[in-house]
């Protein structure tokens, strides 16, 4: 079936540094890309809209320029989150739309568990 | 603006006894679908079910079912022979329109298989 790669699962970094998270398509071409964020015992917001070559769209409240998102293949989307803060510590979770699989076909990357110290 | 509610937070249930966990939808877009995912504790997002709202029969797939009531806008997904390992978070989802367009979750359940 359709396989979506996350890297890191995990990932510690210090207050005011960048971290990029990565996901991979792996056996399939995934147009557009979700990001999701979710907080512990919450569930998973909507970040934003990657569309590969254009321009995502982000969900009201996301800043943008916090968190850079580049879909330049349409095997890969990447999450920078830049200038991290102890608040962006969360579980980020990528997926794409696999529509070879029909209406129900979304497959999701395994996360990544961010803390900022 | 579409909403998905969970109204259990926790359930429990004795292990090989059935469970439904509860799911509404509020949308007045006649083309949508609805998801089960199982989210245990590494992470994952596991597909469970899928139910579009064109769909005539409740969607079943093995020990999961999935009870679409369209009038009264709920999809319950009932777990039968509960297993130790279905011990996880529950996510219902709706997907609006389009088959690319974005998943839109409840707030869960913990679900808790009890030996």
């Known amino acids: 079936g359709a396989v979506v790669s996350q890297h890191p699962s995990r990932v510690i970094c210090k207050s005011g540094t960048s971290v990029k998270i990565e996901c991979r398509s792996l056996?399939?071409?995934?147009?557009?890309m979700f990001w999701y964020r979710q907080f512990p015992k919450q569930s998973l917001m909507l970040m934003a809209t990657s569309n590969e070559g254009s321009k995502a769209t982000y969900e009201q409240g996301v800043e943008k320029d916090k968190f850079l998102i580049n879909h330049a293949s349409l095997t890969l989307s990447t999450l920078t989150v830049t200038s991290a803060h102890p608040e962006d510590s969360s579980f980020y979770i990528c997926s794409a739309k696999d529509t070879g699989m029909g209406d129900y076909g979304y497959t999701f990357g395994s996360g990544t568990r961010l803390t900022v110290v | 603006a579409q909403k998905i509610t969970q109204t259990q937070p926790g359930m429990f249930v004795q292990e090989k006894e059935a469970v439904t966990l509860d799911c509404t939808y509020d949308?007045?877009?006649?083309?949508?679908?609805l998801f089960w995912y199982k989210q245990p504790s590494s992470g994952e997002m596991i597909f469970l079910i899928y139910?579009?709202?064109?769909?005539?029969q409740n969607a079943t797939e093995g020990r999961y079912s999935l009870n679409f009531q369209k009038a009264r806008k709920s999809a319950n997904l009932v777990i039968s022979a509960s297993q130790l390992g279905d011990s996880a978070m529950y996510f219902c989802a709706m997907r609006l329109g389009g088959s690319a367009r974005q998943l839109t979750f409840g707030s869960g359940t913990q679900l808790t298989v009890l030996p």
């Open positions: 139910q579009g709202s064109y769909d005539q």
């Open positions: 056996d399939f071409q995934a147009t557009t």
């Open positions: 949308t007045s877009d006649p083309s949508y679908g």
